[in-house]
């Protein structure tokens, strides 16, 4: 499955952005996606993951302020972000773990990144 992250651009700090995640080559029917940041310096931070379902999970830092959702009529998943701060701040990429594996650690699908800057 090839993944394409957009929405990404530059924001005040309170603003909110929306980031689409879209996938093709193959269904995304019981795929596991997420969004994963990474700014300079600094590790990787798994930010939120969505199942089939619908259920989802959120690292601490985004709880409350992202939301994650998927459109599986257009086999795309979304990450709203509100409130927007400077340590918001990063390259984003969606991510996928296919039937089977584990999120994250059997992470096996990427795209590429969307850049997020966030001004103080």
């Known amino acids: 499955v090839q993944l394409q992250a957009s929405g990404g651009g530059l924001v005040q700090t309170g603003a909110s952005l929306r980031l689409s995640c879209a996938a093709s080559?193959?269904?995304?029917?019981?795929?596991?996606v997420g969004w994963v940041r990474q700014a300079p310096g600094k590790e990787r931070e798994f930010l939120a993951r969505i199942d089939w379902s619908g259920t989802n999970t959120y690292a601490d830092s985004v709880k409350g302020r992202f939301t994650i959702s998927r459109d599986n009529a257009k086999n795309t998943v979304y990450l709203q972000m509100n409130n927007l701060k400077p340590e918001d701040a990063a390259v984003y990429y969606c991510?996928?773990?296919?039937?089977?594996?584990?999120?994250?650690?059997?992470?096996?699908?990427w795209g590429q990144g969307t850049q997020v800057t966030v001004s103080s």
């Open positions: 991510a996928a773990a296919p039937p089977g594996r584990i999120w994250p650690g059997q992470i096996y699908y």
């Open positions: 080559g193959r269904t995304l029917r019981n795929v596991v």
